[in-house]
């Protein structure tokens, strides 16, 4: 039986009858600012950064204690990666493509694995027109020749800089995969004067008539007809290297080629043949297969006719807020509800519901609002638990904590903490005692937060 705690004073009110107890634990796995997530989580969690590029490189603290993790692109979890988190509940990739996490082994060990589709749409779509527009009108290469120096005394200097150059109205553009950004990059081809076909075998028959596209049925057909070929669709088992020897074979010669969904799915061996034989005229990548890409080194090496941008199609400002926070609210609801019915974008549910599932048998379902002083009001901010500053916040020791206070758990060398402007001082906190094991398959999962709106459900070829 729990020994009886004597009463402690917290700004915001009296403890009321029971046991005080840790909050769930939050990390970010392959980042450092918590600027935008804090706002959003810290009165139902914990949160730290683990700024790591491998499990390897995360805190033992976070591997035992963290119930929920957010992610960006630049970290990979295997099945293996995923066993060494003890009591870890949800990944929320910070994104809308998941190919970085093995989601079958995560949907095996009770982990719900969720993205956020809906965010950067129109940041893609611009970008992918702004590529297709460069590789036609030969824009980004005429600005280098000036930035060099070129002198264009004449006609004939400018014919043979533009050489290449095409006029888009009447040309095809071939969309792979329309999903949200699909659909908006046809919408502004459209526009522009291109005749839009697209290719999806996942979408019901009739889209085409309510966006006035042509639907072709075979990837052979709408390679075979497209001036332009752009890739909007996952990367999953069944199309990586999409575009290879073979596909590219059946391309119209002289045709362009744009990727801004993933770089798996360009076969880059084969794509540097082809322009280097003029098989592909042009060619604009913003994602590759191995990132962060390296102009001197692999098969892209000093190819001609190329254009490379460092995965930032989906960045503007405001995108770049809208994907955190839709991120952040995505595992507040987990924290407050019941997995997997209160979250909105969950890939894996069909390991949590039915037969069989995960979460079948397993008696009463707790959340982790059940272990939480109900007049908890303390802001803990972000823990520290890197080795090289010792286990020092929050919900690890006693003694006060700043609000804001910035943390790491990568074992480099961290910075000095901070506290955020106008900040209240620091409030000294109860040491919790040892509390009840959150039990495995309990996170949060019983009413889903009416303040979190947003919605909408990924389409089958969507992805970022």
């Known amino acids: 039986m729990m020994a009886k705690r004597p009463r402690v004073d ?46 390897s490189e995360i805190h033992e603290k976070v591997l035992n204690e963290a119930v929920g993790a957010l992610m960006w692109h630049t970290i990979i979890l295997t099945k293996e990666d995923l066993e060494k988190f003890k009591t870890l509940r949800i990944i929320v990739r910070i994104g ?63 014919r043979e800089a533009a050489q290449g150059c095409a006029r888009i109205r009447g040309d095809t553009l071939g969309i792979v995969g329309l999903g949200r950004i699909g659909s908006a990059v046809a919408l502004r081809a459209k526009a522009f004067g291109f005749n839009v076909i697209f290719y999806d075998p996942y979408l019901p028959d009739g889209i085409e008539k309510s966006l006035g596209l042509t639907r072709v049925y075979t990837l052979q057909d709408l390679l075979f007809q497209s001036d332009c070929v752009s890739l909007h669709c996952t990367l999953n088992e069944h199309n990586h290297h999409l575009i290879n020897d073979f596909t590219i074979k ?44 390296n102009v001197f080194t692999g098969p892209l090496k000093e190819v001609p006719n190329l254009l490379c941008t460092p ?26 509800g019941r997995i997997p019915e209160c979250l909105r974008n969950c890939v894996n549910k069909e390991y949590f519901l039915g037969p069989g599932s995960y979460s079948e048998g397993t008696g009463t379902v707790h959340t982790l609002k059940d272990f939480i002083h109900p007049k908890q009001e303390t802001s803990y901010g972000l823990v520290d638990i890197s080795p090289a500053a010792g286990v020092n916040g929050g919900y690890y020791q006693t003694g006060s904590l700043p609000v804001q206070q910035a943390h790491s758990t990568t074992p480099h060398e961290v910075p000095q903490h901070t506290v955020a402007p106008n900040a209240a001082p620091p409030t000294p906190q109860p040491q919790p005692p040892t509390g009840p094991v959150i039990p495995p398959h309990s996170l949060p999962m019983n009413t889903p937060d009416p303040t979190n709106h947003h919605a909408t459900k990924p389409e089958p070829s969507e992805v970022h």
């Open 250 to 293: 059946q391309m119209r010669p002289g045709a362009f080629l744009v990727n801004t969904a993933r770089g798996g799915l360009v076969d880059d061996d084969a794509l540097a043949t082809a322009l280097k034989q003029g098989r592909i005229r042009a060619a604009a990548l913003d994602v590759h297969e191995n990132e962060p890409y």
């Open 311 to 336: 995965h930032a199609a989906f960045y503007s400002d405001a995108s770049a807020t809208e994907l955190r926070e839709m991120a952040a609210s995505e595992i507040r609801r987990a924290i407050m």
């Open 96 to 158: 809308s493509g998941v190919d970085n996490i093995d989601v079958k082994a995560a949907g095996e060990l009770g982990i719900a694995v969720c993205n956020v589709p809906g965010y950067g749409v129109e940041e893609v779509a611009d970008t992918t027109l702004c590529l297709i527009l460069n590789l036609y009108r030969r824009t980004y290469w005429l600005a280098n020749m000036v930035r060099e120096g070129k002198k264009f005394t004449g006609p004939e200097q400018v």
């Open 10 to 55: 917290l700004r915001g009110g009296a403890i009321t009858n029971g046991p005080m107890q840790t909050r769930p634990l939050v990390a970010l796995l392959d980042g450092r600012d918590c600027s935008i997530e804090m706002p959003i989580l810290k009165d139902v969690a914990t949160v730290a950064f683990c700024d790591a590029q491998s499990t």
